[in-house]
């Protein structure tokens, strides 16, 4: 949501370097079977934006010289890339440990019947958008019915062995707060959800992650809407931990869209503020780690929301 941008440059983030690249996080698209409130990338069921073969080849060919060992799948609903399969089964094949970012209900959805599958046989580690254990809370951000496919979606990843004790295959749940707040403790949060999954439904899992919501796009609109996107801003800047710039994930982290394009996280995407080179944006199809590492990181107020309180990432709370 570019109009938010004045905004967030007005209050000051502290510089920051990348230190090394460990996880390349990859934007298949922006189409998602859902349009949830708290979503940064305003992704849903009318957009069209998808990763080009030449650009999948590209990304690739980048992981495969770089080495790269990990690489987080986002969209959109990334599992709507036509090409998903075949990208999951050849990153398997390379011994690249791949997540897979789901929003749960693509599993239920027509065609995706045997997605569940491919996903346990290719061992990819699944993070799941889970936003409460109650289901008014869940399909009021996520929209009616998404609560019930949800745990039926979680039923049957824990039947193929996902979130259980000594199983390979990782399934943690995330949390996004209802709206203008930051999350609860993450280690209590995760306990109730297990203890509530667990009771109600016999659902097992591995962690969950509290990640902070970020004021761009559908949910930064939101905020506006509301007249509360300052005094979100003022929260998050009054919460901020100098601690937590350590472990912020962009320092350890790069962000490719749909285009092939380079950013230092997700957030920066949605925002257009990409990696460039005397002025021209830099692509995947001809950069290195060796361009990468040690760059000045771009910052603006939305940095903010990755270190308020507990801190938030990719992987949920820094501290």
């Not at 069209?48 to 590209?58: G, K, R």
């Not at 285009?259 to 460039?276: S, T, V």
């Amino acid at each position: 949501m570019l109009e938010t941008l004045p905004l967030l440059n007005k209050i000051p983030f502290p510089g920051i370097n990348r230190k090394k690249i460990d996880i390349l996080q990859i934007n298949l698209g922006y189409r998602c079977n859902q349009q949830c409130l708290h979503c940064h990338v305003n992704a849903g069921p009318n957009r069209s934006e998808e990763m080009s073969h030449e650009v999948l080849l590209q990304t690739l060919d980048f992981i495969k010289t770089n080495q790269i060992k990990m690489v987080d799948l986002t969209g959109g609903a990334p599992e709507m890339h036509p090409q998903y399969l075949y990208l999951i089964k050849t990153l398997y094949k390379l011994g690249v440990r791949v997540i897979d970012r789901c929003n749960l209900t693509i599993l239920n959805e027509p065609g995706y019947e045997n997605l569940s599958e491919e996903l346990a046989s290719n061992q990819v580690e699944i993070v799941a958008s889970m936003p409460c254990y109650l289901e008014e809370n869940v399909n009021k951000q996520r929209g009616n019915g998404v609560f019930e496919s949800s745990i039926k979606a979680l039923k049957t990843l824990n039947q193929l062995g996902y979130g259980k004790k000594d199983s390979p295959l990782i399934l943690n749940l995330v949390y996004n707060p209802q709206g203008a707040s930051l999350s609860p403790d993450q280690v209590k949060l995760e306990k109730d959800y297990k203890t509530f999954l667990f009771a109600q439904f016999g659902i097992t899992f591995n962690q969950l992650f509290t990640i902070t919501n970020v004021p761009v796009k559908r949910f930064g609109s939101m905020l506006i809407s509301k007249n509360e996107f300052n005094s979100y801003m003022k929260l998050l800047q009054s919460a901020y931990q100098p601690e937590n710039l350590e472990a912020v994930m962009c320092r350890y982290q790069l962000s490719v869209d749909w285009q092939g394009y380079i950013y230092d996280c997700d957030f920066n995407q949605m925002l257009d503020l990409p990696l460039q080179n005397k002025g021209e944006k830099l692509h995947i199809g001809n950069v290195s780690l060796n361009d990468l590492n040690n760059r000045e990181i771009i910052v603006a107020g939305h940095c903010f929301a990755c270190t308020a309180g507990q801190g938030s990432s990719c992987g949920g709370a820094l501290s």
